[in-house]
């Protein structure tokens, strides 16, 4: 394994890490249901970084709910991606969290919550981001399917923990979670996780430790048919440097 374009595939593998966790939000959010969606076999979060793809999935919430118009909003102002609209975002998601609480819906609150995490760990302020996804996973005991919402909110906080240089307690998140992974048995969540775990030795330079667990991820994947299996399994087999 090779350490060229690390930048590069540092951020593709992020980025396919987070279509896993923002497409299941989206799920929640456009269900319209108490429930969260439960992902299928095989998902295909490359969708989500189609800007016409999420455009519609966000305009496609049509209801006169404050809260979830708030979201809508705050959602369309996360899309556009700059500082500025980030801040507007945060506004608008403050104002659906305070709705959803008072409505006593705890699944759009921890969706809310995870999207302010989301937004304040892209504008750096890490420990603003950490709190958020802890008051998800206060949630979490409470929400229907806790075992869909665990995980993924261990991962971001795996994130901002990388970024900050705290890498034990970016391992120990992604150890939880790749367990919980693993209990649930989605091939596709699970390789995701082995894979963000080799990304943290990878940058710590332990490249050994790295391709292991590149090589866990892609013997989960192998047999798959799917598109962005085939497109992770292509960005782990480049990692591998073959």
Known sequence: MTCEHKP???FLIRRLSRTLQVTFLLGVLLSGKIQPVVPVESPN???????EI??????AVNTENPAQQALKTGLNQYRQGTGAALRQATEQLEIALKLWREQGD???EATT???LGLIHADLGEYQAALNYYRQVLQLVPQLSQPEYWEAPILELSAEV???WGEYQKALEAYE???SLRKEIGLDSAEAATLNSMGLLYYELGELDRALEYYKQAQ?????SENSADRKMTALILNNMGQ
Request: net charge positive.
């Open 8 to 10: 590069k595939k540092i």
């Open 45 to 51: 979060p490359s969708n989500f970084w189609d800007r």
């Open 54 to 59: 999420r455009e519609k999935m966000i305009l």
């Open 106 to 108: 705890l699944t759009q």
């Open 113 to 115: 919550l995870q999207f």
């Open 161 to 163: 923990y990388l970024k």
């Open 176 to 178: 939880k979670a790749h």
């Open 219 to 223: 013997l989960l994947l192998q047999r």
